[in-house]
């Protein structure tokens, strides 16, 4: 399955801020509220809600209302956006690493043969 170039460029906006990269590294432990994730960080509860919508909106991460109190809001990481990121990834390393080989085999063939072009 190829993953759209948006929803790649979604993942990787969302891993370029480090902020919102340690907000999954907390979620890595389990899920925590909204509440409690913002106590971590020296920004306001809205930032951290925003940076939370971005990491919801590229698949990393799942915000759900609790069912007792619908304000509490708790999030749990979650790994589609990951696993597109991951594929497309590995396809782009093999092909690089294909080129890489070529150009090894000319150069070894150049310095096999004396050439110095």
């Known amino acids: 399955m190829t993953t759209p170039a948006p929803q790649l460029d979604r993942v990787f906006f969302a891993l370029s801020d480090a902020t919102r990269r340690d907000l999954l590294r907390r979620l890595e432990r389990g899920p925590a509220t909204i509440s409690a ?3 971590r ?3 306001t509860l809205a930032a951290i809600s925003k940076h939370l919508a971005v990491l919801a ?3 990393l991460v799942h915000i759900a209302r609790s069912r007792q109190d619908r304000r509490v809001r ?3 990481l ?3 956006g990951l696993d597109d990121a991951r594929r497309w990834v590995e396809r ?3 092909a690089w690493n294909r080129r890489l080989d ?3 085999r000319v150069l070894n ?3 096999a043969s004396g050439s110095r072009r």
């Open 57 to 59: 909106d590229a698949g």
């Open 37 to 39: 994730l913002s106590a």
């Open 41 to 43: 960080f020296p920004v």
């Open 109 to 111: 063939r150049r310095a």
């Open 102 to 104: 070529a150009l090894e």
């Open 74 to 76: 708790t999030c749990t």
């Open 92 to 94: 782009n390393r093999a």
């Open 78 to 80: 979650t790994t589609d």
